[in-house]
């Protein structure tokens, strides 16, 4: 069975804090790409990241993607009031084409 | 853009269609999918159509339940749900990628669906 974890499951942080949040591909994938993507309340989500770091259009540069093999990292350099909000990590490209993540909550502190 | 509609209250074991309309680009240049969110949960795939309709693939969960069509004439997606349960009720989002493996790059407000007596 194909599974993506992301941790922590919530973040608890301040504005102008910086945000690490981990995503773990399944190594049984023949291939591992990852997208990101955040979730607001009441609201679609939105793609930020894809193939790992390229950042989607109109997305600000203090989202950043990095990783390689099965461990990905979304970092948010200095967050934003508006960036308070669940990311949610996608495993793609493969069979089933697309696997989510459960999520990461980024919270006030 | 990409609008929902077709969602409700529907009992254990009935049928539901959503429809999704796509305005703003070429509908047939894109794969579309259903991407669902139990209340309070996380984000599942469905299923995917590729920009042709000649193509689909389908989330366990659904297979053999779940049909997705699309019209590009009328640049719609339709997702016909049968032998629907509980474990059905979610917000159900159409989405568009560039090919039916590409994440998701514009998303519809979602549409409600209760599966329930």
């Known amino acids: 069975e194909i599974v993506v974890t992301q941790s922590p499951g919530t973040l608890s942080l301040s504005p102008g804090e910086r945000a690490t949040l981990s995503c773990r591909a399944s190594p049984s994938a023949r291939y591992i790409l990852v997208a990101w993507y955040q979730q607001k309340p009441g609201q679609a989500p939105r793609l930020l990241i894809q193939?790992?770091?390229t950042r989607a259009t109109g997305i600000p540069d203090r989202f950043s993607g990095s990783g390689s093999g099965t461990d990905f990292t979304l970092t948010i350099s200095r967050l934003e009031p508006e960036d308070f909000a669940i990311y949610y990590c996608?495993?793609?490209?493969?069979?089933?084409?697309?696997?989510f993540g459960p999520g990461t909550k980024v919270e006030l502190k | 853009q990409l609008l929902e509609s077709g969602g409700g209250l529907i009992q254990p074991g009935g049928s539901l269609r959503l429809s999704c309309a796509a305005s703003g680009f070429t509908s047939s240049s894109y794969a579309l999918s259903w991407v669902r969110q139990a209340p309070g949960k996380g984000l599942e795939w469905v299923a995917v159509i590729s920009g042709s309709g000649g193509v689909t693939f389908y989330a366990d969960s659904v297979k053999g339940r779940f049909t997705l069509s699309r019209d590009n004439s009328k640049n719609m997606l339709y997702l016909e749900m049968n032998s629907l349960t509980a474990e059905d009720t979610a917000t159900y989002f159409c989405a568009r990628g560039a090919t039916t493996v590409d994440p998701f790059d514009s998303w519809g407000q979602g549409i409600l669906v209760i599966v329930s007596s």
């Open positions: 996608q495993q793609y490209g493969g069979s089933p084409p697309f696997i």
């Open positions: 193939d790992g770091s």
